[in-house]
């Protein structure tokens, strides 16, 4: 079970990195077409902040990495849960105040990654 949680730790990762990516580098290119719902003349206007965003989703994602580098076994598990369980919080915050969708794509797989690590 603790392959399937680090495996998960590691799924998480590239998905904040993919954020990272898409908000702070292809914020006016890709992200309109992956934010359909974003009026398309607010992505220019907005660059910054999407950096900014992409920015925290990288912190959250080299946490996890850190997580998955970490030798003993304790602590590597303390800081996995420790940063799925800030993108958990993000997840859910997101889709209070955002979309559902915001759930699915981040908060569920911090969650069984969570999961994951009490079942191991």
Same mark, same amino acid.
């Given at each position: 079970m603790i392959l399937v949680a680090k495996c998960i730790v590691a799924f998480v990762a590239l998905l904040h990195l993919y954020f990272l990516w898409l908000e702070m580098?292809?914020? @006016? @290119?890709? %992200?309109p077409k992956v934010f359909r719902n974003f009026p398309k003349d607010l992505f220019e206007p907005t660059k910054?902040?999407? %950096?900014?965003q992409g920015l925290y989703n990288g912190f959250l994602s080299a946490g996890l990495i850190w997580s998955l580098l970490i030798k003993d076994l304790d602590w590597s598990m303390n800081i996995a849960v420790f940063f799925l369980g800030c993108v958990a919080v993000a997840g859910i915050y997101g889709a209070i105040s955002v979309s559902k969708k915001i759930f699915y794509i981040q908060g569920v797989? %911090?969650?069984l990654g969570i999961l994951a690590f009490l079942l191991s």
């Open positions: 580098f292809a914020w @006016t @290119t890709r %992200a910054s902040m999407a %950096a900014n797989p %911090a969650l």
